[in-house]
Structures are given as C-alpha cells and as structure tokens.
C-alpha cells in the first residue's frame, strides 16, 4: 500500500469531519466532526512517519491525541456549561455574538 | 502483501462508512458509537502502518476515553431518561460543496506528489525509540503538553464546579 | 566695592524674598495686615538701598551666564546701575513703600486673606518692576517686563468678583500684549542681526555704527509697539482708563508712577539705539504728542476722578514720549520723575476722598475742602504740580519738554503740547472746583483720612514743593536745551487761562459748561464717546475676530464636520452591512476558515509553483 | 513447527478461545463453589457429578434455548449489538497473554499496553447495552459504570504499569523472565511491589464492579444493572464477557506480580503454575467480594481520586526512582 492510498483516505475522512461540523446543530455533534478531523490529522502523521521513517510523526500524533483529549474534556466541559445556562446545545441557537 | 490490502480496504471502508455516519446519523448516541468505530479502525490503520504502539494509545486514549466523556455529555445534556436524541443538520448542501472542495483541494496535491515506498522495516523497538524522543528532543514539548493538559483539568474543573 | 553689587541685589531681592514668603506660607499671608507690614518692611528696606544707590549715584554691571550655548552664552543676566536705573529705583521704591502705607488704611475693610494676597502681588510688582530697571538686557528686560504686566493683571482684578474689574483686567492684559508681540519680535529680530541682548554692547555697536541699518527701522518700530502697549499710547492707551477699576492704590502706583513709564524708560534707555531710526523717532513724537492731546481732551469731558487722572497720565505720558522721540529723553525721563510723584500723590488724594464720600462721580462731591483740608491742600499741590504752576516740581519738567521741543524746531508738536498744558490746568482744576468747592452734594459726614493715608499723601506733597524748590532755586538740570526766555512766562500763563477759565465755568459760573460744548460740539460729541475708539475696537472685534471666529467655526461645523460626518456615516453603514456577516453561529465562522483554507490552497496550487 | 506466523496465530487464537470458554464456564462454578463455603452452604451438587460438575454446561444450555426477548422501546440495533462489543475486548485481552513461553496467541512487545487498552474498550459494549435497553435502570447503571470506570481506569493502569516499569518492558514475556530466581516476583519487591499489588487488586475489584464497588449492579436499587433487559443468549455472551474479564485481569495480575508461568517443576508445568496462580488471584478478590459491603457512589469516587490515584502515581514514581538509581530489574 502506497502513501497515497492512506493520504487519500485521511483527506477523505477529513472532509467528512469537516462536513460534519459545518453542518452539525448539535454542539455534541460538531465536536465529533473535530474529532474526525484530527483523527485523519493522525492517519497522516502516522503514515508520513512510517513512509519516511522519521520518529516526529509518531510522537506528534502523540501529542495530537492527548491535546485532542484535553480538548475533547474542556468542550464537553462548556457544553454542559453551556446546556445548564441555556437549556440548549443547537449551535444555531448560541449566537450572542450576532452582530 | 495481500493480507495487507485486504486489510487496508476493510480497514478503509469501515473507517469511511462509520465516518460517514457519525455526521450524517440522526441519533446522536448512534453517532458517537460510530464515532468509537471510526476510532478503532483509524487504530487498525495504524496496525497497519506498523505502530502498535500508536494503536494502545488510540484505543487507550481515544475509544476509551473520547468516547467515554462524550456519552457521558450526552447524558449530561439530553434529558436522562427521554425521548431519542434527534438531531438535523443545517445547509447540508453548503456543506458537502465546501467540504468537497477541501477534498478536491488536497487530493490535487496527493496527485501531484511522488510515490513513496516504506523503509522495508518499521522502526524496530518502536516504543523504546518513541520513549526516548519524548524525553530527548521532544522534551520541552511534552512539558509543554503536561502543562496545557493541567490547565484543561483546570478549566473542566472549574467549568464543572457546582453553581454556588 | 562688592557693595556696588550687593546692595542693588538688595535692593531687588527684597521684595522677592516677601513675595516668596508670603506666596508659600498661606498662614502667614492670610493674616492680612501682617503680610502688609511684612511687604512693607520689605520695600522699605529696599527703599533705604535705592536711596543709597542713588545718593551715591555709582554705576554698576553684573552679569551672570543663562543660556549656555557654543561660542559663549546666548543670554545672560544681571544688573544694571546707572543713573537712569538709579533714579527709576529711588522713584519705585518710595512710591511702593507709600502706597503700601497708604493701602494698611484704605483696603482696612478688606478680608485678611484677600488683604494678604494683595500685599503678595505688591511685593512680586515691586521685584518685577526693580527688576525690569536694573535690566541690562532686552531679554531679561521682556521677562520682568511681562511679570509687571501679570501684576498689573493680578491686582486691576483684585476685586475679580466685580464682572467690570475682571474685565478690566483682561482688556489691561491684552491690549498691553498686543504691543508686548511686537516687542518680543522686534528684540528677537535684533538679536538675529546684532546677536546680542545686551544694552551695554547694543550701544557700543551703535556707537560704532556697527549696526547693520537694514531693517532696523522696522526692529525698532516693533520695540518701540511694546512701550506704545505699556504706556498707553494712542491707540493703545485704551486700557488704562479701564484699568482705574482696581483699587485706587494701584492705580496710582502701577497706573500712574510706575509700570505706565515702562515704556517711556524703554525708549529712554534704548535712545542710543532709538537715534539710529528718526523714522521711528519721528512716529514716537508724533504719537506721543497726539496722544497728549486726545487723552487731554477726553479728561476735559470726563466725570470720574479716577478716569479724569488716568486720561491725564495718558497725557503725561504722550508728553515724555514725545520728549523721547525728540531726542531730549533726558527731559522725558525728568518729567517722568516728577510726574510720578505727584501723579501718585494725586492719585491717593482721590482715594481718600472717594474712600471718604464713596463715590467716583465728580458731580456727587463738592465743598470737600472744608470737610477735608488736609486732602484738598495736598490735592491742590499736586495739581498745580500738574498743571505747571511754578515753583512746583511739574513747572520745570513740563517746561523742559517743550523747550526740548521747541529746540527740535517742531512747531506743530510744540503747538500741540502747548494745547495740552493748557487742557491739563483746565480739567484738572475742573476736577479741583467740582470736588472741594462749591456745594456739598455727598451724604454722610466726610472726613480726613487717617494718617497711615494722610502721611504718604503730605510725603508726596513736600516732595513734589521740594523737587520744585530745588530746581528753583539750583536752576535747570537739563542744560542740553536751554530754554528760550519767554518759555516759562508763556506757559505759566497757559497754565493760569486754563486754570481761569475752570474757575470761570465750575465756580463762578459766569460761563455755562453746557454752552461752551455746545459751541465745541464736534469735539465734545467726540471726546464724551472716546473718539471712538472703544466702539471701533469693539467693532472691529466684532467684525473681524468674530467673523473671522464665524468663517471658522461655519467651516469647522460644515466643511470638517461634514467631511466626518459622511465618513462617519459611511462607516456606520458600512458596519451595518457588514454585521450581517456576523451571524455568531460559529459553523457560519467555520466557513470563513474553510474558504480561507481553499484560498491558500489554490494559491498554493497555480501561483507559488 | 514450520507453520507461517499468520496460520499459527489462527490456531493459537482458535485454542486458547475455546480454552477461555472452558475455563470460564468452570471458573464461575468455582466461585459459586467458593461463595457457599464462605457462606457455609454446599453450592451447586445436583446437576451433574460428582459437586454439580456439569451445572455451567447445564446453564449455559438453558440460557441458550431460552426464548429471546427485546423491548418494544429499545434502541433495536444498539440492544442487540451491545453484548457482541461487550464481549470482544474481553476476549481480546488474551490475545498477548503467553501461558508458557511462546505459548500464546500475540507476545506483543506491547503486551500490557494492549491489554489496558482493550479492556478500556469494553466500557462502550457496557454503555451500548445500558442505552440500548431503554430501561432507567441499566441506564443509571451505566452511569454508574462509566462514572466508575473512568475513576478506575488512571489507578488501574498505574498500578499495572510499576512491574512493566520495575522490568523495563511491556513485553509480558519479558515481564515473566524479570521475575524468575528465588522470591523473584514482583509481589515480593519490597513494599513498591505489595502495595503496587494491593493497588491493582482494589483497582480490579472496581474495574470489573465487583463488591464492594458493583454499585452499577446492585439488584436492591438497579435490579440488576445494564442487563436487566437482557435474556437468553445475550445474557449469556455477557456473563461470559464479565467472567472473561474478571478471568484476564487475574491472568495479568499473576503473571504481573506472581511471576506468571514460573514455578518448580518442568517447564511444560508452566502453564498449570499460571493457571493455578491466576485462580488464586481469581479467590483473592472472590474472597473479596463476599467479604464487604457495597459502599456508596461518593465514596467509591473518594477512594479512587484521592487515595488510589495518588497512591499508585507516587508507586510509579517510586519505581521509576528505583530503577533509575539502578536497584531494579530494568535496564
């Protein structure tokens, strides 16, 4: 199996992630398609690893799944935050910000 | 060399069907369990790609632990007992053109690149080489990593403090 | 020798050093009275060193480096001792020292803490003003130059909760800058061609015609604008009635015997460098002559005793100018002695009797002289000091002048000035019938003043006889311009038809007032509104600041303003819009990022190969 | 033995897959067996002989032919899978345990890390089934188990990491030979190596909620936990799941902290010493289990975060100091 072939499927699964949290309206729901995304962030950095024999990509996706766990722990965190203030995790419905 | 495209294909299409589904799934439960599919296939890829050491952590980590939080902020959020967790998406086509165009966008540079080949082996004691990495010239960025995951403990510890 | 030094440092330090006390000890000052006596120990002292400096009549130069620069410094300080300062010296201090006297009684209805911040003004005039006659530099002449111009300022609004005061003021401190401008841009243009500010090489250079000509005319002229501010010359000279609405003492110390002379002791002392311009020389004269008169004129039709003095110091003034401007400053500055004294003496004389009757309206006094002696006798003195009656101090100065004058073959000023000694005995007799003689018309029972007034007002008096007497008896000082022999016969009788015909109209009666003006209606009509010229600078004002003040306030609301505006607004529209892109849905962001990464992307693909 | 690995890691699995199911299935009557001489009662006798020998084949058969029910509410598919994802990861686990050396399925070099790994993954089979039964109780339950789980995991994995760090290896054959020579184990390290081991038997007790932590069991307020909608054949593959797992980890801890295969004796008595051994670590926390009262959600969390936690970070610290200073077994 060529490096294409992994490269190839880790765009693919980023697009789908990235379809996903364009698209999402559950705050839950989007942070899957993050998760999807960074997860084909790692395929890359292991296959690139792998192909070019260099430790860096390993170890950086390393860090990738630990941030991203961290991450996934703070967001949840602020979605609940979110939900106990609100009564509500729809994206569309968060928009203080609205100019 | 056979087991390994087979493998590789299975591997791939599970990997983008469940994918697939954890976005476009209805039931938000039923796209987190797709989502732990998808995570677990990604750590067959790394099977695949020589870095077992890699495949424990994603499961360890990911499936494990991801997936863990996220139910249980679904449970957090979703009434506990309840109807089914419907959830729709929103511009679904804006959304397929854009991500379609990232795809079309990347792949054109996947083209353009060279063939690689694999060294014929995997780097051999792939653990002890990643162990001293991280305490060699990726120091500083594990500590940097120990810090940044103190601070989320932090702030999901202060987000989720009782309301006084 | 070190005392040549030390004592006009003295002399100048005095005051100072009251100023300081009592400007950062407020306890001190707010005790009033002994502020007053502080200040009063203070110029009396430097009193008794100016007579000293004067008596012994040495000369002095000190200087000390200021402005550091290459090749030597570029200003320097220090004092100047010559008879000219010396006598300025003497004059200053004596009449501070007496009007601070005098000021203990008048301003005893004064809250202390007001009375102290009057004594503390006092003292930094003294110091500004012994400062500005010991300068020996331009530069250090316009600094206490402008100091005495704060004075002036501070103590015209000493009442400064009087709206007239107040404004008085202001118009006192404008007017004079005016002029000041010019004085500061002609000294800096001198010192652009010279490249000194020292009177001491200044007259060298002009002794050796070192003194580049070109523009110097124009230098001069510009110098010469600062004592046409300060003295009050025409037509400048409309601040200083206006300046009669501070308390009567200042009046006759700052308005009257010193700070108004400023400029007449600039031209004085400047006269080496004035010689140098008759163009200039010429416009003094001429000025100061047509001042004389004007001013004259205008105290003829005046009510307020006050305003009648400070029309006559206009006067005055117009007279030692001219004297200046004729090249027979020596007379000038005589003149400037002696009217000084019995100006101040003047000057105090109406403070007691308006302190006495409560007004300043001639037409309400009347019969004074028998409720106050003491006043109306010192009153007269100095009256006929004024007017030129000999043997008194203001005979010989007067008459000097217009020998000066006559000498210069300037018969048109002469007739002038001789027109105006005879308006002087006039009005100010005028002045002297409507408020000692005749009926009484005052409430309340007028008395003499008491002797913390009545002592500085015989002082000035005796002096002003002894002044006279001394040149009466010891001959004319002034021997460069010896005067023709009928000079003194013809002036004394211009002063007796002026005093004559006062008497004829305000005590006699035998020539009604109202008939001469109506047969002088022109001028009457003209001097009654100040020929003028306080409508025109009103007008021109209001014509040309205020227009000037509308072109820009219309151009600043709706040019610039409107420039701001439209951008303002577009601005405003422009957020409008755009703040619909700001949906704060985050997945609507997330596009943005998207369409971000595509861009770099596809730049990445067909431009950066 | 000229098989290609590939054939010979199927064969291996086949073997030691059917070998778990034996045992499991006796392993459970071991200890009811066990749990009613504590209780002073005879246990199981009737079915079969001599004891009641046969009684698991017995339950197993009846569990099968049972009829199977699912609710009308339940979230069909997730319901139906939850037993297979449940039951995966639990036998996945002996994938990288060696019963002798080279006698075993994988010997991965990251042997306990696949172990820790798996094992976390069956949390989503528990959760799936919880879920999927739409039934409050099993979802309270699986609550509960998640809560727990989570808690237990970091003590757990710390606790099995200080032999992994004392031989400098994740490789659980490397781990075995680290031990080997008299009092050798790990278990008798002084004091890292007790109370490691003490660490990893609270930490198991919780991670497979047993008493005193089967707070997401408790039949007097869940009624049975996740799988009280459960029936038949689903039943069983959890059963089956759980024992499996409680099976494995006692296979890890001997093999951890008991030496594994090592023992007098021949070499091809090896796999009965691990055995032996993994069944009294098997006792250890049955003995446990019918020892202690269930404790309460709050303090089960207590226990964990503020005593297991800390307590197991600091053995591994200690054990790196250790070996770091050179007095380990590592390199």
Not at chain 3, 400 to 422: E, P, R, S, Y
Not at chain 4, 280 to 301: E, G, K
Request: hydrophobic share 60%; with cysteine.
């Amino acid at each position: 199996m060529g490096l294409h072939a992994y490269l190839t499927l880790s765009a693919l699964v980023f697009a789908i992630g990235l379809f996903g949290v364009l698209t999402r309206r559950n705050a839950i729901g989007i942070l899957l398609g993050i998760e999807l995304m960074l997860n084909a962030v790692n395929i890359n950095l292991v296959a690139f690893s792998r192909f070019t024999g260099d430790l860096g990509g390993l170890v950086f996706s390393l860090f990738t799944i630990s941030i991203t766990v961290a991450e996934v722990a703070l967001g949840l965190a602020i979605v609940i935050v979110i939900f106990r203030v609100r009564k509500t995790v729809e994206a569309d419905r968060l928009d203080l910000l609205r100019g | 060399m056979i087991v390994e495209t087979v493998g590789f294909a299975v591997v791939a299409v599970v990997l983008l069907a469940s994918s697939l589904a954890v976005v476009l799934t209805k039931n938000l439960f039923h796209a987190v369990l797709y989502l732990a599919a998808a995570l677990v296939s990604t750590a067959g890829i790394f099977l695949l790609l020589a870095s077992p050491f890699l495949f424990a952590v994603q499961l360890l980590l990911y499936a494990g632990g991801v997936v863990t939080i996220v139910v249980f902020a679904i449970m957090l959020t979703e009434r506990l007992v309840g109807e089914r967790i419907a959830q729709t998406s929103r511009d679904i086509v804006n959304g397929a053109i854009v991500a379609a165009a990232v795809l079309v966008a990347v792949i054109g540079f996947l083209v353009q690149a060279p063939a690689m080949t694999p060294p014929a082996t995997a780097v051999a004691e792939q653990t002890v080489a990643i162990g001293k990495a991280l305490v060699g010239p990726f120091a500083v960025p594990l500590e940097l990593l120990g810090l940044l995951l103190v601070a989320a403990l932090l702030g999901a510890v202060y987000f989720a403090r009782a309301e006084d | 020798m070190r005392i040549l030094v030390w004592l006009p440092l003295l002399v100048l330090g005095l005051p100072f050093a009251s100023f300081l006390l009592l400007a950062v000890v407020p306890p001190l000052r707010r005790t009033g009275r002994g502020a007053g006596v502080i200040s009063i120990l203070a110029i009396a002292g430097a009193f008794l060193g100016a007579l000293g400096v004067w008596t012994q009549g040495f000369r002095t130069e000190s200087r000390w480096e200021w402005i550091p620069a290459d090749g030597g410094p570029m200003a320097t300080v220090g004092i100047l001792v010559d008879p000219l300062s010396a006598a300025m010296l003497a004059l200053i201090t004596l009449v501070s020292l007496l009007v601070q006297v005098y000021s203990l009684d008048y301003l005893h209805d004064e809250p202390a803490r007001g009375l102290g911040r009057y004594y503390a003004y006092h003292s930094l005039f003294a110091f500004s003003m012994l400062g500005l006659v010991l300068s020996p530099t331009f530069l250090q002449m316009f600094i206490f130059w402008e100091l005495v111009g704060l004075c002036s300022y501070l103590l015209i609004g000493y009442w400064y909760d009087r709206p007239a005061a107040a404004r008085a003021a202001v118009k006192a401190f404008w007017v004079t800058k005016l002029g000041d401008v010019g004085f500061v841009v002609g000294i800096v243009m001198l010192w652009g061609t010279t490249g000194t500010f020292d009177f001491t090489t200044l007259f060298a250079m002009a002794r050796e015609n070192q003194i580049p000509a070109e523009g110097l005319t124009l230098t001069l002229f510009l110098i010469y604008l600062g004592a046409v501010g300060k003295s009050a010359q025409f037509p400048l000279h409309v601040w200083l009635p206006d300046a009669m609405e501070g308390p009567t003492p200042v009046s006759a110390l700052i308005h009257a015997a010193t700070m108004v002379t400023a400029g007449v002791f600039l031209v004085t002392r400047a006269q080496p460098l004035f010689l140098l311009a008759p163009d200039v020389m010429g416009i003094i004269a001429a000025v100061g002559a047509f001042t004389a008169l004007l001013a004259a004129s205008m105290a003829c039709v005046e009510t307020d005793i006050k305003r009648v003095l400070a029309y006559s110091t206009v006067s005055q003034l117009g007279y030692m100018m001219t004297a200046a401007g004729l090249a027979a400053a020596a007379a000038g500055f005589f003149h400037l002695l002696t009217h000084g004294v019995f100006k101040a003496l003047l000057f105090l004389g109406a403070g007691a009797v308006i302190h006495a009757v409560g007004t300043n309206d001639m037409f309400r006094m009347g019969g004074l002289g028998r409720a106050m002696p003491q006043t109306a006798i010192v009153f007269i003195v100095g009256t006929l000091a004024l007017a030129g009656v000999p043997p008194l101090a203001g005979f010989f100065s007067k008459e000097a002048i217009l020998a000066g004058v006559w000498q210069h073959g300037a018969t048109t000023l002469f007739v002038i000035l001789a027109l105006t000694a005879f308006l002087t005995a006039f009005y100010m007799f005028r002045a002297v019938f409507l408020v000692f003689f005749g009926r009484a018309h005052a409430a309340g029972h007028p008395h003499d003043a008491p002797w913390l007034m009545r002592g500085p007002l015989w002082i000035l008096a005796i002096l002003t006889v002894a002044i006279g007497l001394r040149y009466a008896i010891g001959g004319h000082g002034d021997d460069a311009h010896p005067a023709p022999g009928w000079l003194a016969p013809f002036s004394v009788v211009l002063a007796l038809s002026g005093i004559a015909l006062a008497w004829a109209m305000y005590q006699r009666g035998a020539i009604e007032p109202a008939a001469l003006s109506r047969a002088l209606r022109p001028i009457d009509f003209m001097a009654r509104r100040r020929y003028g010229l306080d409508a025109l600078y009103g007008g021109l004002y209001q014509a040309f600041i205020l227009g000037f003040s509308g072109l820009i306030g219309w151009i600043d609301r709706y040019f610039v303003d409107g420039i701001l505006n439209v951008l303002s607004a577009w601005t405003l529209r422009g957020g409008d819009g755009l703040r619909r892109i700001q949906t704060g849905r985050a997945q609507d962001y997330l596009y943005g990022v998207a369409f971000g990464v595509l861009l770099v992307v596809v730049w990445f693909h067909w431009w950066a190969q | 033995m000229t098989l290609p690995p590939i054939a010979f890691q199927a064969l291996m699995a086949f073997i030691v897959l059917n070998a778990i199911l034996v045992v499991v299935a006796y392993v459970t009557l071991l200890e009811r067996k066990f749990a009613a001489r504590m209780q002073s009662r005879i246990g199981p006798y009737y079915v079969g002989w001599p004891h009641g020998w046969l009684q698991p084949i017995a339950d197993a058969l009846k569990l099968m032919m049972k009829e199977d029910v699912v609710p009308d509410a339940a979230d069909r598919w997730v319901y139906n899978l939850a037993p297979i994802v449940f039951l995966v990861p639990c036998l996945l686990i002996f994938a990288t345990i060696p019963f002798a050396p080279g006698l075993g399925v994988a010997d991965l070099n990251i042997g306990v890390l696949f172990f820790l790994a798996v094992s976390a993954l069956e949390i989503v089979g528990l959760f799936m089934g919880g879920w999927g039964s739409n039934n409050k109780y099993a979802l309270l339950s699986a609550m509960r188990a998640v809560n727990q789980i989570i808690s237990y995991d970091l003590p757990f994995i710390f606790a099995a990491l200080v032999p992994v760090v004392l031989a400098g290896s994740m490789q659980m054959s490397a781990i075995v030979g680290a031990q080997a020579g008299l009092l050798g184990w790990f278990l008798f390290y002084p004091v890292i190596g007790q109370l490691a081991f003490i660490a990893f038997i609270v930490a198991t007790l919780a991670a497979e909620n047993r008493v005193p932590f089967d707070i997401l069991e408790a039949e007097s307020e869940l009624v049975a936990g996740f799988r009280v909608e459960y029936s038949g054949m689903k039943f069983a593959l959890i059963q089956l799941a759980e024992y499996a797992h409680m099976l494995g980890t006692s296979f890890l801890g001997a093999l951890l902290f008991l030496g594994g295969w090592l023992g007098p004796g021949p070499a091809w008595l090896g796999p009965v010493w691990f055995l032996l051994k993994a069944l009294v670590v098997f006792l250890l926390v049955t003995w446990v289990r019918w020892s202690f009262v269930r404790i309460r959600v709050d303090q089960i969390l207590a226990i964990s975060w503020k005593l297991l936690l800390p307590l197991s970070l600091l053995l591994l610290m200690a054990s790196a100091f250790v070996v770091a200073f050179g007095a380990g077994h590592g390199a």
